[in-house]
């Protein structure tokens, strides 16, 4: 079953801030993020392990609330560059594969 | 500089026709997925593999089969087109995790239209 993101879609403008929610039914081991480009294959943007810690770089990080299976994705004072679909995927314990998520689209105005 | 290289872009094809859909990778990588894109639907896994000859049905497995004959080479193959397998299909690659999946690297897609 595949995890849920919201928003599925969110505007803002350059400078401002976002947040992006996957949840999913199933326990989880893992969350992956993923940020896809218009036209372009979607890029590893950064993991977050059962037991870790918030991991993330520049002004992209993300949490992962293990209890409620659910993981988000904070985008600070948001680029133009940032503009693309988000999607998570997220993976069980034994399991040799990612469902993804439905996916963020996101949009930065100048 | 690690690729992910899906042999066409754009594809038409029309109903009943047995369409094959290439991927390669130069990573030397164990694992490789077939996933398809759909509005609103997000990635959705069709097949995977995690070795030469070996394959694993995904979530929608109905309608697609996969060959995987070299380790760099992963091909998805439709026996016979339908109008609903019109989508964007992407490839991507990884190495295999001790604890927990590595970072999937993707290809560009290939857009198939079945009319």
């Known amino acids: 079953q595949q995890p849920v993101q919201s928003p599925q879609a969110v505007i803002l403008r350059e400078g401002e801030d976002a947040v992006i929610n996957c949840s999913s039914s199933?326990?989880?081991?893992?969350v992956h993020w993923y940020r896809q480009k218009h036209g372009e294959a979607p890029v590893f943007l950064m993991i977050?392990?059962?037991?870790?810690e918030q991991k993330g770089h520049e002004k992209i990080s993300a949490s992962f609330n293990e209890k409620k299976q659910q993981s988000s994705l904070y985008l600070t004072a948001s680029q133009l560059s940032y503009s693309g679909t988000y999607f998570c995927?997220?993976?069980?314990?034994?399991?040799?594969?990612?469902?993804f998520g439905q996916g963020t689209r996101l949009t930065i105005n100048p | 500089d690690v690729k992910v290289t899906q042999s066409s872009r754009y594809l038409v094809k029309r109903t009943g026709e047995k369409v094959f859909l290439e991927c390669v990778q130069d990573m030397d990588h164990e694992n490789m997925f077939w996933y398809r894109q759909d509005p609103g639907l997000g990635l959705r896994l069709i097949y995977f593999s995690y070795d030469v000859k070996m394959k694993e049905k995904g979530d929608i497995p109905e309608g697609y089969s996969v060959s995987r004959e070299k380790k760099e080479r992963f091909s998805l193959i439709l026996e016979s087109a339908s109008t609903n397998q019109t989508s964007m299909y992407l490839c991507?690659?990884?190495?295999?995790?001790?604890?927990?999946?590595?970072?999937?690297?993707f290809g560009p897609g290939t857009r198939l239209l079945v009319l």
């Open positions: 199933k326990a989880l081991y893992s």
């Open positions: 995927g997220t993976e069980r314990q034994g399991a040799q594969k990612l469902v």
């Open positions: 977050l392990l059962k037991g870790g």
């Open positions: 991507a690659s990884s190495n295999p995790g001790t604890a927990h999946q590595e970072t999937q690297y």
